[in-house]
């Protein structure tokens, strides 16, 4: 398929997406809504799919990449769901301990996208883990529909208490300096914005797009923030302002960045609403942040 960009699609039409995305709008609806711009022999159904990702376009480390070494792991958090498992990434050759990074995933599990993401941090020189949020549904499947839905049916409080689990595991573990960053994508984002709040430990946290968590646990924040945000998203951008406000009010350390012009999901290069400059730039914002506070 031919690869999209962003700007080939009408505003309207993106901003339909981002709500079938994060489910509060059916597929049903998005085709109906989608109808007045299938024009040309385009249908409705097509649109969709050229806006759905194509994994393929996300591998910017192949899994086969000699300076890495790449296997699965899983963490009890008897607090959640009892278990969950992931994706644990580290330098090939590393002779010493290493700061390590939670990687948590948009809000379709652990896709081929968010693997790749951990290996861009390994060779950065960071052990990173990508939990699956989805572990007790499987996994993530492999399908995006079927991904959205086990989605929607997991316990968010549980799931939350998961990735919290799997911090605590990660920056425990002997290969570990013992600084431990997390970043996030969309849903991720969110999460590493309460775990922030709800875990003194927590030595940098980077939320891409993240909604904000609740204010008043906001003066618990004790480690520094890097904030990324798109220029066209409402539904998250809507929440900063007052988070922006108790952060200064609470003396919190923070960096925040809005790319203008870009998406929700302006990093994740599988889908066309990828901005290639936005991305680079901020992930080359997000490794530098990391190698200044968990050196």
């Known amino acids: 398929m031919e690869r999209k960009k962003a700007s080939d699609f009408p505003q309207e039409l993106l901003n339909l997406f981002d709500l079938y995305v994060h489910g509060e709008i059916h597929r049903r609806e998005f085709l109906d809504g989608a109808q007045k711009f299938a024009v040309g022999g385009v249908t409705a159904a097509a649109l969709l799919e050229m806006l759905l990702p194509n994994y393929a376009w996300a591998i910017q480390v192949s899994e086969n990449d000699s300076r890495i070494k790449a296997e699965s792991a899983t963490v009890q958090s008897p607090k959640g769901k009892g278990t969950i498992s992931g994706y644990m990434v580290r330098p090939a050759n590393a002779a010493r301990k290493l700061p390590v990074v939670l990687v948590v995933h948009e809000n379709r599990g652990l896709n ?28 993530y499947p492999g ?11 997991l316990d968010r409080g549980k799931v939350t208490e998961d ?40 030595n940098a946290g980077v939320p891409f797009y993240g909604v904000a968590p609740r204010l008043d646990d906001v003066p618990r924040i004790r480690a520094p923030l890097l904030l990324h945000f798109a220029g066209n998203d409402q539904r998250v951008d809507a929440t900063w302002p007052m988070y922006e406000a108790a952060l200064k009010a609470n003396n ?15 990093h994740n290069n599988s889908t066309p609403r990828y901005n290639e400059a936005a991305a680079n730039l901020a992930w080359e914002r997000t490794v530098a942040f990391f190698k200044r506070h968990l050196a």
Do not use: M
């Open 252 to 266: 919190v350390a923070f960096e925040k960045y809005v790319y203008e012009g870009t998406q929700h999901g302006f």
């Open 163 to 202: 990735f919290l689990a799997a911090a605590e595991w990660l920056k425990a573990r002997p290969d570990s300096t013992g600084k431990l960053g997390a970043v996030g994508f969309c849903f991720g984002g969110g999460v590493v914005n309460w775990l922030a709040t709800q875990w003194p430990d927590l």
């Open 112 to 139: 081929p996208y968010t693997k790749d993401v951990a290996r861009r941090l390994a060779i950065a020189n960071f052990i990173a883990f990508a939990p699956d949020g989805l572990t007790t549904k499987g996994g």
């Open 143 to 153: 399908d995006e529909e079927r991904a959205a839905k086990l989605f929607s049916e």
